[in-house]
């Protein structure tokens, strides 16, 4: 489980920050330009996906573990709950958008009150999602199949 | 009135479908009761007026989740070699007729070409949010300002969704429940 040749890591070493940049752009500009928390989390998901595919199965557990995955999709959501249940005790409905954005900062990033904060949770939980489901499924297939040399080391490492 | 008659009726079938599904003890048998109850739940979303979620719902109930389970789970699973019998190609032939009706009866209220969509109701949604929209959550992006602001109670739901997904895929296709399931296996065919 090495990975591919050296020109696809190296490849993927330069590529991940940008992929994770427009990312996290994706995200944060979600109620301004097209894009979102779900779109911009999908591309996150990419980047560690991307360096999970370069790098072999091993990366996962030095630069973002499953379990690390699992707990910031559980904040996301709960970010974007939270949201929802903040709007119900200030302003009476659930989702209430309670703060109110005057007409001069329209089109400015720091506007329209808890879309933003509602973006970043979503971004957070499609994300850390995706790169688990990717993770397992990944797992899965290399922990399955029949039994040669390479495998059974690993499954004793793992051990 | 009989609208009403009809998904009760549905609903009725798609429970007992989703009760065969978890007490039948042969696995095959219960992935055909849970696509009978997608497939039943696609005729209500007909009847509902909603053939694009109907077509969804075939696919994804009925194709996509036979294809997961035979991916996911390779033990248990009997195939057949016989000859597709009358009754099943007659209900394909019905079922795509049936689909096909549905589709071309779709087409046909569908408004002219170049014709705008949005406001052909004076005081629809759509026209609502559009021109109040920016005022009203302050996103320059509509589409965020939709899903977020006006329908965020829908995205949560999506959001829902996602999490019981993952949560249902760390379940089942955990190693740990791998490898006990192998060392059960192997337990058995020692004894």
Known sequence: ?159 | MTLEYIVAALIILMIMGAVTALETDNLLSSIIALGAVGFLLAIAFLFLGAPDIAFTQIVVEILLLIILIRVTIHRDLKTTTAHRAMFGWTFAIVLIAFLTWFGLTVFEEFPAFGTAVMDRVADSASVTYIKEGLAKSGAGNLVTAVLLDFRAFDTLGEATVLFCAILGALAILRQKAHKHSKEKDQEADAA
């Open chain 1, 1 to 159: 489980m090495t990975g591919m040749s050296l020109i696809v890591k190296t490849v993927c070493r330069w590529l991940k920050g940008f992929i994770l940049l427009f990312g996290v752009y994706i995200v944060l500009y979600g109620h301004l330009t097209p894009g979102g928390g779900f779109s911009g989390g999908v591309i996150i998901a990419c980047a560690f996906i991307l360096i999970f595919l370069a790098e072999g199965k091993l990366v996962e557990t030095k630069i973002f573990s499953k379990n690390v995955a699992g707990e910031l999709d559980s904040v996301g959501i709960l970010i974007f709950w939270a949201a929802a249940l903040t709007g119900l005790f200030c302003g009476g409905v659930y989702f209430k958008n309670f703060i109110t954005t005057a007409a001069e900062s329209h089109f400015k990033l720091f506007s329209s009150g808890i879309i933003p904060i509602c973006n970043i949770g979503i971004g957070l939980k499609v994300g850390a999602s995706l790169f688990v489901v990717f993770v397992i499924l990944a797992a899965v297939k290399i922990v399955v199949p029949k039994k040669s040399d390479n495998i059974n080391d690993h499954e004793e490492d793992e051990k």
